[in-house]
């Protein structure tokens, strides 16, 4: 099983950005966290991360045929990308949602979430471990 694993705006920005909600390890650690998750799960991943709105819709659009599966955590996009929610669906692969932080116990306009929409499940408030969480939801149900 392929799948790509994307992260959107500032999430580069890991260890250095309100570390207090986000933790103290940077985004290199948490490709490598992803990486060895997979290769535990014995699935295959590529892990990207743009800060554009466009970029995550065209990699959302060309992943259809090529991966069996995304997990996405849209950042801020989450919140007000119906793009990303109509890329997700036209590409129509199966998708579950990730987010480091709890965004239901956040500010009320972090409980909208567009992509989650299109996705089959969400995990949210467990740091990098939802990411191993993602990708072992779509080995299981594939
Ligand atoms: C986030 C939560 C979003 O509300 C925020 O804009 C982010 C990160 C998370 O992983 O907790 O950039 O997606």
């Avoid at 392929?2 to 959107?8: A, P, Q, S, Y």
């Avoid at 535990?40 to 466009?54: D, W």
């Amino acid at each position: 099983m392929k799948i790509l694993v994307l992260n959107g705006p500032n999430l580069n920005m890991l260890g250095i950005r309100e570390p207090s909600i986000y933790g103290r390890q940077d985004y290199s650690a948490l490709v490598d966290f992803v990486k060895n998750a997979a290769q535990e799960l014995s699935c295959e991943v590529e892990v990207r991360q743009s800060n554009h709105e466009g970029v995550l819709v065209d990699w959302i659009q060309e992943a259809y045929g090529k991966f069996d599966g995304i997990v996405i955590n849209p950042a801020a996009y989450t919140h007000t990308s119906v793009a990303i929610l109509d890329a997700l669906k036209a590409a129509g692969l199966p998708t579950v949602e990730v987010h480091l932080s709890d965004i239901m116990q956040r500010e009320e306009f972090r409980h909208i979430s567009y992509a989650g929409m299109a996705c089959k499940t969400t995990f949210k408030g467990l740091g990098f471990e939802g990411y191993s969480k993602a990708l072992e939801y779509l080995m299981l149900n594939r």
